[in-house]
């Protein structure tokens, strides 16, 4: 860990969290605890750029609102996640902070792309904790395999409603008419 992130031995405060320098390193807060993000692997950044690109051309181009990739997400008072990307409709801009940069509340869309260090995060704590503030829609890609996997709330949990493995056309729920061929995306680019 970063000398600005010590190990103290005690909880760090949401403040304390909020007061830290910007990374890198990149950070995540997760019910006191700083997690700190190794740096993401080249195919990974690929995988972001290039689907980031597509849903922001999608969604620019529909007037539905905005998507960022590594914004921050508080989705309870005790964690605060950057995902991969992140999407908010033009009726819920207001959840983003114009002073601190942070999504205070439930994005529309939250895209998690796997990475070897954090797949057991991505597929149970952070999807546990994006269901419980209530996210509506949460993705799921593998940059090795190329595959992405769209998961919609309901109450009893998420339900997987769409998928695509590599050389497959995804067509998201979220957004008719969109249609992502990941393979190809990340081969053509």
């Given at each position: 860990m ?6 103290t031995?005690r ?5 304390e969290?909020l007061s830290?320098?910007?990374?890198p ?14 740096p993401?692997r080249?195919?990974?950044q690929?995988?972001v ?9 999608h969604v ?8 960022w990739?590594?914004?921050g ?8 996640y950057v995902?991969?990307l ?5 009726e ?8 601190d940069?942070?999504?205070?509340g ?17 597929r ?7 269901h ?21 709330h309901?109450?009893?949990?998420y339900?997987r ?17 969109l249609e ?5 995306l990340?081969?053509?680019g």
């Open positions: 970063s000398t600005v992130l010590e190990k031995g909880k760090m405060t949401l403040a969290f830290l320098p910007p990374g390193p990149h950070i995540e807060f997760e019910d006191g605890e700083v997690i700190e993000m190794p993401a080249p195919g990974h690929k995988v750029l290039r689907l980031g690109s597509v849903i922001d051309a620019r181009g529909q007037r539905l609102g905005e998507v990739p590594e914004v997400v508080q989705v309870s008072p005790t964690r605060i995902p991969d992140v999407y908010l409709s033009r819920r801009m207001n959840l983003l902070h114009p002073e940069g942070i999504v205070h439930a994005p529309d869309l939250v895209v998690e792309i796997l990475s070897p260090y954090g797949i057991r995060r991505d149970l704590t952070k999807l546990t904790a994006y419980r503030a209530g996210v509506t829609w949460y993705w799921i890609v593998d940059p090795e395999d190329l595959t992405i996997e769209e998961y919609h309901s109450p009893e949990g339900v409603v769409a998928g695509a493995d590599a050389g497959e056309v995804f067509r998201p729920g979220l957004f008719p008419g992502i061929d990941l393979q190809k990340i081969e053509e």
